[in-house]
């Protein structure tokens, strides 16, 4: 019995033991793949603008994995993937004086002015799909969205995305929002 009785207690040992381990090497996995880069200016830029570090970290993921040079397509740069017209629009809030587009790829600047655009974003939608919906989409498609009955009930929350990208970029940002905010506990 008492052979028995240490047998119980070694198993549940070596039970708990390879849980932790097991979930040591999840969360190893994991954060490779939910990286935190620039936290210093994150960490600024959130504290400034009254923007969530786990939101910033998900469109940053979302939008350039963290490239600083990346450049999209249809001209968007650096980081948070800022169109050169919109930093324009957020320069003439006299943010800071003029800047040339070519700062964009600067990992300071694009997180200052992504988390502005967010911070304005947040102070004009009411849940996080629409402020990630305007931030991918725009603001005027938004709006317009919100105003057709077929995507919105009351004109302020969205019941559907009616772009397939937008829809496919909400879900992979709040997914990795979720991530950020399970994985790291941030100072």
């Given at each position: 019995m008492?052979?028995?009785?240490?047998?119980?207690?070694?198993?549940?040992?070596?039970?708990?033991?390879?849980?932790?381990?097991?979930?040591?090497?999840?969360?190893?996995?994991?954060?490779?793949?939910?990286?935190?880069k620039?936290?210093?200016?994150?960490?600024?830029?959130?504290?400034?603008f009254?923007v969530?570090?786990?939101?910033?970290?998900?469109?940053?993921?979302?939008?350039?994995n963290f490239?600083?040079?990346?450049?999209?397509?249809?001209?968007?740069?650096?980081?948070?993937?800022?169109?050169?017209?919109?930093?324009e629009?957020?320069?003439?809030?006299?943010?800071?004086?003029?800047?040339?587009?070519?700062?964009?790829?600067?990992?300071?600047?694009?997180?200052?002015?992504?988390?502005?655009?967010?911070?304005?974003l947040?102070?004009?939608?009411?849940?996080f799909?629409?402020?990630?919906?305007?931030?991918?989409?725009?603001?005027?498609?938004?709006?317009?969205?919100?105003?057709?009955?077929?995507?919105?009930?009351?004109?302020?929350?969205?019941?559907?995305?009616?772009?397939?990208?937008?829809l496919?970029?909400?879900k992979?940002?709040?997914?990795?929002?979720?991530?950020?905010?399970?994985?790291?506990f941030?100072d």
């Open positions: 008492r052979y028995r009785y240490k047998s119980l207690i070694l198993s549940f040992l070596i039970f708990i033991f390879a849980g932790f381990a097991l979930y040591c090497g999840q969360a190893f996995f994991f954060k490779k793949a939910y990286p935190i620039y936290y210093d200016y994150i960490k600024e830029s959130a504290e400034k009254d969530e570090k786990d939101l910033i970290l998900a469109i940053i993921k979302s939008e350039s490239r600083q040079d990346a450049e999209s397509h249809a001209g968007a740069i650096g980081l948070m993937q800022v169109m050169p017209e919109t930093f629009w957020l320069q003439t809030h006299n943010l800071m004086p003029y800047l040339d587009v070519g700062h964009l790829k600067d990992p300071k600047t694009n997180v200052k002015y992504g988390t502005y655009l967010l911070s304005i947040k102070k004009r939608y009411n849940t799909v629409e402020i990630i919906c305007a931030y991918n989409a725009g603001i005027g498609t938004v709006d317009k969205w919100l105003k057709d009955s077929r995507y919105s009930l009351d004109g302020k929350t969205l019941k559907k995305i009616p772009y397939p990208d937008t496919i970029y909400v992979n940002v709040l997914e990795s929002k979720r991530m950020y905010k399970n994985l790291y941030y």
